[in-house]
């Protein structure tokens, strides 16, 4: 289940960016730079029973000043996605 659900996780990144790139138009002059997706990944956490993993995505898209950052966490208990909203007591 795990491992279905990343790599999914990670088809559909590079998915969403190679659409992104596919809908840049291009200015008769080549701007500087290439288009590039990277995708890292650690374990941030893990037992017998639990597992946190942490994506470090970078995209840089031709003529932008800096890439764009983000980092998502994907965490399992039991083997199963767990969510922060599930975690807490609603009203408490």
């Known amino acids: 289940v795990i491992a279905a659900?990343?790599?999914a996780f990670v088809e559909a990144q590079k998915e969403?960016?190679?659409k992104q790139v596919a809908s840049m138009s291009m200015p008769e002059n080549p701007l500087p730079g290439?288009?590039?997706l990277d995708i890292r990944y650690r374990i941030a956490f893990q037992?017998?029973?639990a597992l946190s993993i942490r994506y470090?995505?970078?995209?840089f898209f031709r003529g932008s000043a800096h890439?764009?950052?983000t980092v998502?966490?994907?965490n399992y208990l039991e083997g199963?996605?767990?969510t922060l909203r599930a975690l807490l007591k609603h009203n408490a």
């Open 80 to 82: 199963e996605p767990v």
């Open 16 to 18: 969403d960016f190679l």
């Open 72 to 74: 998502v966490t994907h």
């Open 56 to 59: 470090s995505l970078s995209r």
């Open 5 to 7: 659900s990343e790599k």
């Open 67 to 69: 890439p764009d950052n």
């Open 47 to 49: 037992t017998s029973r």
């Open 34 to 36: 290439k288009n590039g």
